[in-house]
Nanobody, 127 residues
């Protein structure tokens, strides 16, 4: 099984920052789109951000645009999600995912476009 190792979650106050990390095996990470999704209690899993293999193309959900930044370090086989100015509505379990597409998916927001998933990292934001 492909194991994606997530870290960086926790409990913070509104306005604080967190950085999530997700490391994948090189054979899976290479040339793939990487994405972040989140799921709040009682709600569907929703798209957060995605990044191309080369890092030159990104896509963000409107709800977090301007506050979150996705990036990747291909030498470390790791994708990051920098989350600034966190709000209570950002509270959710965050999942990293490996895309099925090489380089960059034409529809990076679609759940069906991802092949492997992390086990999730809890982010809790209180006011």
């Amino acid at each position: 099984q492909v194991q994606l190792v997530e870290s960086g979650g926790g409990s913070v106050q509104a306005g604080d920052s967190l950085r999530l990390s997700c490391e994948a095996p090189e054979r899976t990470f290479t040339r793939r789109t990487m994405g972040w999704f989140r799921q709040a209690p009682g709600k569907e899993r929703e798209f957060v951000a995605a990044i191309s293999w080369g890092g030159d193309k990104t896509d963000y959900a409107n709800s977090i645009k301007g506050r979150f930044t996705i990036s990747r370090d291909n030498a470390k086989n790791t994708v990051y999600l920098q989350m600034n100015t966190l709000k209570p509505e950002d509270t959710a379990i965050y999942y990293c995912a490996v895309g099925k597409q090489w380089f960059f998916s034409p529809q990076p927001q679609a759940l069906s476009g991802y092949e492997y998933w992390g086990q999730g990292s809890q982010v809790t934001v209180s006011s």
